[in-house]
């Protein structure tokens, strides 16, 4: 890393001197290795130092000077909290002067006339060293772990080649994904040394001549480097070695790149981005790599905003929960069977949001308990209050998300909610989407069993979207299967798509569990359901999902009154 230093900056000079042929002598010595700039006296050069985008790395200062000497520049660099971090090497002719500089703070000096090009060179290029590691090296330089340098001493290093590399840099967060899962499931010296092998390769790999890296406090690793174009391969490569190396099952290594970084932001907004950008990726499995972009960026910008928004929205009272019917159609009218509750977000600012725009991002950090219990809630209050103001039992199935499944007490706070408003536990039913169904099938087997010991009736929910096997449907305790809307959306497309919906009727037949088909926009969506023994139908056909205010009306005229 030294030789990038070397190779890829120019750090700048400034020589101070009222003479012209003492600037273009020193210009041409310090030339080769600096960018020198020039000054002709110290007011000008004090100015030229306060400039808030240049940094200087040395300041070469004659004494002698019209306007303002060199003496005062010193005293009055001293005294700032900024400037007084540059180191001053003084040219004089007088030997009384130098020891009073030196004095005065100046670090070193050289004498008048420049004959010796070499020494003062060396000299220049010592002081510049010498005052850089005194910043740096207050910093523990390396994480004992896994090599690579510590954050503190990574973000010093970088603070300070910034101003310097005049190259394309890219900067890196390179994550093994779900590392905190790994460690449970193999233990922390497993974890371990995994993380070690990892940065092994970064090491051989990435942060060779031209990148440095650190491991954060998060167990992932930043790399600051130059610009490559392959990245998704390396790190394709990265996995597939780590893989064999440690022999561990399940290893995901993900990267967010921020690439061609823009030099004027804060280096702490590059690592930013390329954390926003790892998160997209992790947890995916098309690709080991996502580059950062601008709508990526609003996309982050939007979901933080929603995260922020969402308790106050809670007590604004600005969810609502909507109401969508679902009609029992085997008869000869089709008749008011139950409701969903689908809940909405009337945003202050943004208008109305739709669940597919929180739901995931609450499910990602576990809000969605809240605002689950938010809806049971008045889930559970709506049709108490039909009851009790019409006489009618209209039950209403709630969304379950899968993150509630794994807090112990649901069962237990579902009943005290149902037992509160004096519900029946089948009035009050839940809709569990399928997905939750493939991690940790035997927790959620307890699960079920207890809330059916309870008189809940469970729907799967989604049937079909994906990970369902069809093992699953023997081993899982459920009442109603829901077809996914997917199914109904493309039945009449192809023969094999219509096919496809028969096969889920006859298993469920076969099953003796009933179905309810969502998403059903068309007579002859209806038609063709009912023919092939489909109970429940629930889609805009019938109605959009309503306000309780509207849906109110249905319960009113189907209970004839
Ligand atoms: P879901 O549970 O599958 O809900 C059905 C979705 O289909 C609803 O979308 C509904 O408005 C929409 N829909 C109903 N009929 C039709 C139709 O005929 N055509 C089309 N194209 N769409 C129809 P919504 O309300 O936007 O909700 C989206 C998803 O968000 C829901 O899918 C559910 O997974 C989730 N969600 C909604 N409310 C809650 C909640 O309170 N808690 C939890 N955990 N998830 C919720
Ligand atoms: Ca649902
Ligand atoms: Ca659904």
Not at 146 to 160: A, N, P
Not at 396 to 411: G, H, Q
Not at 422 to 433: K, R
Not at 554 to 561: G, L, M, P, T, Y
Request: charged share 30%; glycine share 6%; proline share 3%.
């Amino acid at each position: 890393m030294e030789n990038f230093i070397r190779s890829s900056i120019k750090r700048k000079v400034l020589i101070v001197d009222d003479e012209m042929i003492n600037r273009e002598l020193l210009g041409a010595i310090l030339g080769s290795e600096y960018e020198v700039r020039f000054a002709e006296n110290g007011k000008q050069a004090l100015e030229m130092l306060r400039h808030p985008e240049i940094d200087y790395s040395l300041v070469v200062l004659d004494l002698r000077m019209p306007v303002l000497d060199g003496f005062e520049v010193i005293k009055q660099c001293k005294a700032d909290r900024e400037l007084r971090q540059i180191p001053i090497i003084v040219a004089t002719t007088e030997k009384s002067a130098e020891v009073k500089s030196i004095s005065m703070g100046a670090a070193d000096f050289i004498t008048k006339p420049y004959d010796m090009a070499d020494v003062i060179l060396a000299r220049c290029r010592r002081i510049i060293e010498l005052s850089e590691d005194k910043t740096i090296i207050k910093y523990t330089e390396k994480d004992s772990l896994t090599g690579l340098y510590t954050k503190q001493y990574f973000d010093q290093y970088v603070h300070r080649l910034v101003k310097y590399v005049d190259n394309d840099m890219d900067v890196v967060e390179l994550r093994v994904d779900g590392f905190g899962l790994l460690m449970d499931l193999y233990g922390r010296e497993e974890g371990f040394r995994l993380l070690s092998a990892v940065a092994g390769l970064v090491s051989r790999d990435l942060a060779v001549s031209r990148g440095i890296a650190c491991r954060t406090a998060d167990n992932s690793i930043y790399v600051y480097l130059e610009h490559r174009d392959n990245y998704e391969e390396i790190v394709r490569g990265f996995q597939s070695e780590v893989s064999e190396k440690t022999g561990l099952a399940g290893i995901h290594l993900r990267a967010g790149i921020y690439e061609h970084i823009d030099n004027t932001l804060h280096p702490d907004v590059w690592f930013e981005r390329a954390r926003a950008t790892c998160d997209r990726v992790c947890g995916r499995y098309e690709n080991f790599t996502a580059r950062y972009s601008r709508e990526l960026h609003e996309l982050s910008m939007y979901r933080h905003r929603l995260i922020g928004d969402m308790q106050d929205a809670i007590d604004n009272h600005d969810f609502m929960v909507y109401y969508q019917p679902k009609y029992n159609i085997q008869g000869d009218k089709p008749v008011l069977a139950s409701a969903e509750a689908l809940i909405r977000w009337k945003h202050r600012e943004l208008g109305m949001l739709s669940p597919g725009d929180f739901i995931p991002l609450f499910e990602q950090n576990g809000l969605i308990r809240k605002i689950d219990g938010f809806v049971w809630r008045e889930a559970a209050a709506q049709v108490a209050c039909w009851k009790k103001t019409y006489g009618v039992s209209v039950p209403v199935s709630v969304n379950v998300s899968r993150v509630d499944i794994f807090d112990p007490k649901l069962p237990e706070k579902l009943s005290e909610l149902t037992g509160e408003f004096g519900l029946e536990p089948h009035e009050f039913m839940l809709e569990i989407t399928e997905s939750a169904y493939s991690n940790d099938a035997d927790g959620l087997i307890a699960v079920l069993k207890d809330l059916r010991g309870r008189g809940f009736k469970i729907e799967m929910d989604d049937f079909g979207s994906g990970y369902s096997s069809l093992n699953m449907l023997t081993t899982i305790p459920f009442d109603v299967l829901k077809m996914d809307m997917k199914f109904i959306r493309n039945m009449f497309r192809d023969e094999k798509s219509l096919k496809m919906v028969e096969l889920v009727m006859d298993i469920a037949s076969f099953l003796n569990i009933p179905v309810v088909a969502e998403g059903v926009e068309e007579q002859r969506q209806l038609d063709v359901l009912k023919q092939m023994g489909c109970a429940v139908v629930q889609g805009y056909y019938f109605s959009p999902p309503v306000p309780a205010g509207r849906f109110e009306q249905e319960v009113i005229k189907s209970a004839n009154i």
